[in-house]
């Protein structure tokens, strides 16, 4: 099993508001977790290690944009960290428009605090996961670049659903030999039964789109 970054998760909280700052910063701290303190979005994207493990915790009302812009934008900057929403002054299409952008919560002022510390674990849990897939989409890549060209087309054959004799009479060979490319895929992917090595065949078509 790919091994997933052990680096502290960080909770960046984003508000113009000092106590609010304050305040979440010791309710998070309070059940464990690491916090950081912005009062801008410039403060926040000068910080160090944004590509780490965590999440941000973003207020809508900000000087000089808002934080559903700011929601929106993060992607294009590269930064990937899920996003839980809070403000004061909350309707119905504010808080649709930041689900659809892939907010994980979308909170009001004054919310309950165990409100905040669920919104924050989803959204580490969601971080959490994502880096899991990808951390193993590339131990996938690096296992089928170890694969003769060959063993790669057999094993596209079979994950397409063909037969033994279907891929030696497509390919050209006999079925011991098939049967021999198609066990050496296998071993050095990783796979334990056929339904491993699709998975892992439409894992490396997704990472290919």
């Known amino acids: 099993?790919?091994?997933?970054s052990s680096e502290t998760p960080v909770v960046h909280i984003v508000d113009d508001d000092e106590s609010q700052r304050l305040g979440l910063d010791s309710l998070l701290r309070s059940v464990g977790l690491t916090a950081r303190t912005y009062g801008t979005t410039h403060e926040f994207l000068k910080a160090d290690r944004l590509d780490g493990p965590g999440c941000i915790v973003l207020d809508v009302?900000?000087?000089?944009?808002?934080?559903l812009d700011f929601q929106e934008e993060l992607?294009?900057?590269g930064i990937r960290l899920p996003v839980v929403l809070m403000t004061g002054h909350g309707d119905i299409p504010m808080s649709v428009r930041a689900m659809k952008a892939?907010?994980?919560?979308?909170?009001?002022?004054?919310f309950r605090e165990q409100d905040m510390i669920d919104a924050v674990?989803?959204?580490?849990?969601?971080d959490r996961l994502r880096r899991a897939r990808e951390t193993q989409s590339v131990a996938v890549l690096d296992r089928h670049a170890t694969l003769s060209p060959r063993e790669?087309?057999?094993?596209?054959?079979?994950?397409?659903?063909k037969l033994n004799k279907q891929i030696a009479a497509e390919l050209g060979l006999s079925e011991v030999t098939v049967k021999i490319h198609r066990g050496a895929a296998m071993r050095k992917m990783g796979a334990?039964?056929?339904a491993d090595l699709v998975r892992m065949a439409d894992a490396l078509k997704d990472q290919s789109r």
């Not at 892939?102 to 004054?110: E, I, Q, R």
């Open 75 to 77: 992607a294009s900057l």
């Open 152 to 161: 790669r087309e057999v094993m596209a054959l079979v994950t397409a659903g």
């Open 192 to 194: 334990r039964s056929l």
């Open 102 to 110: 892939g907010a994980v919560d979308f909170l009001s002022k004054p």
């Open 121 to 126: 674990t989803l959204a580490l849990n969601r």
């Open 61 to 67: 009302r900000l000087p000089g944009i808002s934080g």
């Open 1 to 4: 099993m790919p091994q997933v």
